[in-house]
């Protein structure tokens, strides 16, 4: 079990569907994102939370110091969640790095212990089953020296990326299953994605 790991909120999408950027949305008094931060902060004990962004230029000085957390901009930005979790490994200075999608806010502390409790020595990534089957790679443990050499070398070959989850064939992957998580509590809202401004809880607004 990984005790020590940096963790990394992903809020660069572009948010087409969204309308304006959801990072910034308010969802139960906070911002998406900084609920994310709070939450990995709280339950899970990183060594460092930071913020992954597209580029420096994607928000304004305001917004980027409300986050009161590190930031980093992509290091090789066009390739939507590759290249966040790209940038999350390159900037890790731990065995294993945790990766979170701000638009997962039902995600819990219970969750990421569940998956924390799964990294050893055998596997390269740990990664939870959504209950309609697909894997959820932006919830998940990542060896960092393995799997950025393997993001580093899909890359390389952009033109045939496949989706992010496809990365789990060519690693030594734990799949958290349903079945080991549905006991914990709210574990049926765990992966509800933030895609539009319709999914937000009738009583929040974006910010």
Known sequence: MSSIFDAFILIGG????FGSNKAFAAFDGKTLASRAAEMVERTASPKTVRFVV?????FDAERLLSLGRGVVA????GFGAWSGLHTALA?????????????????????????????DDAVDAVV???PDG???????????????????????DAGRLPR??????ALNTRILEEAEY??????????????????LPATIAPN
């Open 14 to 17: 572009i948010s087409s569907r």
């Open 54 to 58: 597209r580029s420096e230029e994607q």
């Open 74 to 77: 992509d290091l090789k930005p």
């Open 91 to 119: 900037y890790s200075s731990t065995v294993w790095t945790f990766v979170l999608a701000c638009d997962l806010p039902y995600a819990s502390g219970d969750l990421i212990n569940k998956l924390a409790g799964l990294t």
């Open 128 to 130: 939870p089953r959504q």
């Open 134 to 156: 697909r894997l959820q790679p932006l919830c998940a443990f990542y060896r960092r020296d393995v799997v950025l050499k393997e993001v580093e070398r899909q890359l390389a």
């Open 164 to 169: 992010l989850a496809g990365i789990t064939s």
């Open 182 to 199: 549905s006991e914990l509590p709210g574990s049926e809202l765990f992966f509800v994605n933030i895609n539009s401004i319709s999914d």
